[in-house]
């Protein structure tokens, strides 16, 4: 009902857009916020504007382009007499034109524009009633296909080349730095509208807070009082579906207030992220925001102009050698990494032939070590019949002296001597070349026993060498 009751008090007329009578609703401090979304959603059926006229019948695209521009025109006199408008085109985002990380471009190339419009006579109303068009979003994000990187370009990098470096003035030395909320935002519209006052034109900046960046406005309107003497934009290349902008979208106001709030919502930080990262580097880059202040540059001269082609045409040539350059590079890479690969396929094959090896050696010394252990059991067996062998010879040698002790010699001696040979003496006599014969095989074993141990010993050395 409020918005009907303003609508009352609007004028429509397209040949003044001086500041409407303003209703004591659009007084409040408290702006009213309306945001527009594609031309193609608005019916096409209806032939009635909003005052109530006819609206020509014919050519469907005279019936669009009129529709549109009475749109424009209500939505403007609402912008001035208080209200907050969006407007946003459908498939005009970055994303649409597979600029992924193409914001820093498009902010940048939407300052150019807009600034330049201005400076080439398209100022106060009629500059806003351009950026409310659907061209000039064209316009601006035709631009962001030519960068596909997933990287962002650095404002300054984008402002060295040629065709912005000839069209903006940065202001200053360089950005100026703050923390992303209400009352820094507030201040740096404020100081927008004083520089856009001071210097009699309008004003543009391109705030980077990283991983966004968008522009900034302040526009001269040239109306006299009551009307507002700026009004205040930003301009947002990334959709946002939550605020209803499905492309890159223009956002008036003419409250300083009004504008920080809209800025410090889409540029909002998590306060908890601090707390719980505390003094992480990347943490604090998200904790800050840059801003780059540009003025339009005076209009080139043929001779500024013939510097401005002379300086993009050289521009040109050096991308090309470093592309030459870098194409080279890449295919000295491309030789290295296939030799690399050639050489690491050869390296492969040797440490299998190796590893082969290495399981036939294991193979061969477990065999080794079955002979070894096959040798040294039959020593042992040989060692043990030979300890038995030398055994029993000491025990018949110790027998032999037993009975020779009993004196069993000398009992056949005297036998022989009183009472004449006879067959037990006979008998003693066979046992005593027994017993010699005994002695006799029992060192000749013994003999062998010892040459046997140090054949033994010998091939246990032999087997100890060879392991």
């Not at 407007?87 to 471009?105: E, H, V």
């Not at 109303?125 to 409310?132: I, N, S």
């Not at 360089?174 to 507030?186: A, E, L, N, R």
């Amino acid at each position: 009902m409020e918005a009907a009751k303003t609508l009352q008090y609007l004028s429509l007329d397209a040949g003044s857009h001086g500041p409407p009578p303003a209703p004591r609703a659009l007084q409040s401090p408290t702006p009213t916020t309306t945001t527009t979304t594609n031309n193609a959603t608005a019916s096409a059926s209806s032939h009635m504007n909003t005052d109530g006229d006819q609206t020509p019948t014919g050519d469907p695209d005279q019936q669009t382009l009129a529709q549109t521009d009475r749109r424009i025109r209500r939505d403007l006199d609402l912008v001035l007499a208080g209200s907050v408008i969006t407007k946003s085109y459908d498939g005009t985002s970055q994303y649409a034109r597979n600029g992924i990380s193409a914001c820093g471009l498009a902010s940048c190339n939407a300052v150019r524009i807009t600034l330049q419009l201005e400076r080439d006579g398209t100022t106060g109303v009629d500059l806003l009633r351009q950026m409310m068009s659907r061209q000039i979003v064209e316009d601006i994000v035709r631009i962001c296909p030519h960068w596909k990187s997933p990287a962002h370009l650095e404002v300054e990098e984008i402002h060295k080349v040629p065709m912005f470096s000839h069209s903006l003035r940065l202001e200053g030395a360089g950005p100026q730095t703050g923390k992303p909320d209400f009352g820094s935002f507030t201040k740096l519209f404020k100081r927008l509208q004083t520089l856009a006052s001071e210097q009699q034109q309008s004003v543009g900046a391109v705030i980077t807070k990283p991983p966004e960046i968008l522009a900034l406005f302040a526009i001269l309107t040239r109306l006299p009082p009551p009307g507002p003497s700026t009004v205040l934009v930003i301009f947002d290349s990334h959709p946002r579906p939550q605020r209803n902008t499905n492309g890159a979208a223009f956002s008036f106001f003419i409250n300083p207030t009004a504008a920080a709030g809209y800025l410090s919502r889409v540029l909002s930080v998590d306060p908890s992220l601090a707390k719980d990262m505390g003094d992480n580097w990347q943490v604090q880059l998200l904790l800050q925001y840059s801003v780059h202040v540009f003025f339009a540059t005076e209009p080139l001269s043929q001779a500024g102009l013939e510097t401005e082609i002379d300086d993009a045409s050289t521009t040109i040539l050096d991308m090309k050698s470093d592309i030459l350059e870098l194409r080279s590079k890449s295919n000295e890479l491309k030789l290295k990494d296939a030799v690399s690969e050639s050489r690491i396929t050869q390296l492969e094959q040797e440490l299998e032939a190796l590893r082969e090896e290495l399981q036939k050696t294991k193979r061969s010394a477990k065999k080794v070590e079955k002979e070894r252990d096959k040798y040294v059991a039959e020593l042992e067996e040989e060692r043990y019949r030979a300890k038995r062998r030398a055994r029993s010879l000491s025990n018949a040698r110790r027998e032999r002296e037993r009975e020779r002790e009993a004196g069993l010699d000398i009992f056949g001696f005297v036998s022989n001597l009183f009472v004449g040979p006879s067959p037990s003496s006979s008998r003693y006599e066979s046992r005593g070349s027994s017993y010699r014969r005994s002695e006799d095989t029992y060192r000749r074993n013994e003999d062998t026993y010892r040459r046997g141990e140090d054949t033994s010993r010998r091939r246990g050395e032999d087997t100890s060498y060879r392991r």
